[in-house]
């Protein structure tokens, strides 16, 4: 199946409800549901496994996408620190998107006072 049609995702949720002790299980549901955007869903998913070295970086991309850059950057500098190799990658994207969030709202803030909205 396609990843992140429907199919795909109700193969990885059937896999989690069978075997819910299942660590891969749980991260591949968690990934599947980040992916179509569905943040409970994944959070739900890795309940539970805030410290665990392989969720970490599924963490920050959850908190990436609720835009809590503070707590998705705790969470790839935890990943980081633990080795895992994607986080380096993934905090230069974070400090990116808050560069451009900052701008953003840097401008948004001189448009304001222009009356522009």
Same mark, same amino acid.
């Given at each position: 199946?396609?990843?992140?049609?429907?199919? &795909?995702?109700?193969?990885?949720?059937?896999?989690? %409800?069978? &075997?819910?002790?299942?660590?891969?299980?749980?991260?591949?549901?968690?990934?599947?549901?980040?992916? %179509?955007?569905?943040?409970? +869903? +994944?959070?739900?998913? @890795?309940?539970?496994?805030?410290?665990?070295?392989?969720?970490?970086? =599924? &963490?920050?991309?959850?908190?990436?996408?609720?835009?809590?850059?503070?707590?998705?950057?705790?969470?790839?500098?935890k990943?980081?620190?633990?080795?895992?190799?994607e986080?380096?990658? @993934?905090? %230069?994207? @974070?400090?990116?998107?808050?560069?451009r %969030?900052?701008? =953003?709202?840097?401008?948004?803030?001189?448009?304001?006072?222009?009356?522009?909205?």
């Open positions: 199946y396609e990843p992140g049609s429907a199919e &795909f995702v109700e193969i990885l949720s059937c896999a989690a %409800r069978f &075997f819910p002790g299942e660590k891969v299980a749980r991260l591949n549901m968690a990934a599947a549901n980040l992916v %179509r955007g569905d943040i409970p +869903a +994944a959070s739900a998913a @890795l309940a539970g496994m805030e410290e665990d070295r392989d969720a970490l970086i =599924y &963490f920050g991309i959850m908190y990436a996408k609720s835009d809590d850059v503070g707590m998705a950057e705790h969470y790839l500098l990943a980081r620190q633990a080795g895992v190799a986080a380096g990658a @993934l905090l %230069r994207e @974070l400090d990116g998107y808050k560069t %969030r900052e701008t =953003y709202e840097a401008e948004l803030k001189e448009w304001k006072t222009y009356g522009i909205k």
